[in-house]
């Protein structure tokens, strides 16, 4: 039995490797649409560097993807990195579904760095989910958004958005 579980483990580890490498490929050649796709694959570690790599290709275009696997993807880790990967991007089109994963997502793991990610986009307009979030019931949301808050307290009254602010925003 542990000889089959292990061959199945080697078997899966190979897979993944196999397809990671034909990602770095895919990476060079900047084809966002194969990324896309793989945002479905039944791996979650391979939906995590797709969602990573569309944010690096996609410029503001792949907000909609990325805000699509935040919200549906079943596994946190991925719906966390689209989190992180959204305020990265720093676009205001991601305010919204990033306002949604603070008030909604069942993981404080996604909860937090949706709110981070609102602090780092730097905008006035994700104020009231943050204020909001105070009042979640755990405190690394509550902390997430007290140091989001404080960015856009930066932004607000020293008029800088900038490298700095979003690097600090979360």
Not at 84 to 107: N, R
Not at 134 to 162: G, H
């Amino acid at each position: 039995m542990t000889k089959l579980i292990v061959k199945s483990n080697y078997n899966k580890n190979y897979e993944r490797l196999k397809l990671i490498e034909e990602m770095e490929k895919e990476f060079n050649n900047k084809n966002i649409w194969f990324f896309s796709r793989l945002t479905f694959h039944q791996d979650p570690v391979i939906r995590t560097r797709a969602i990573c790599i569309i944010a690096d290709l996609g410029g503001e275009p792949a907000v909609e993807t990325i805000s699509k696997a935040l919200k549906e993807d079943v596994d946190e880790l991925v719906r966390h990195e689209a989190a992180f990967s959204l305020g990265q991007l720093g676009f205001t089109s991601a305010i919204k579904p990033l306002s949604e994963a603070v008030e909604k997502d069942p993981s404080i793991f996604v909860r937090h760095e949706a709110a981070v990610a609102l602090g780092v986009i730097g905008s006035e307009d994700a104020r009231s989910t943050l204020l909001s979030a105070l009042n979640d019931p755990s405190e690394e949301v509550k902390k997430s958004a007290i140091v989001a808050l404080s960015n856009l307290d930066y932004i607000y009254n020293y008029k800088k958005r900038n490298k700095f602010s979003r690097m600090t925003g979360g």
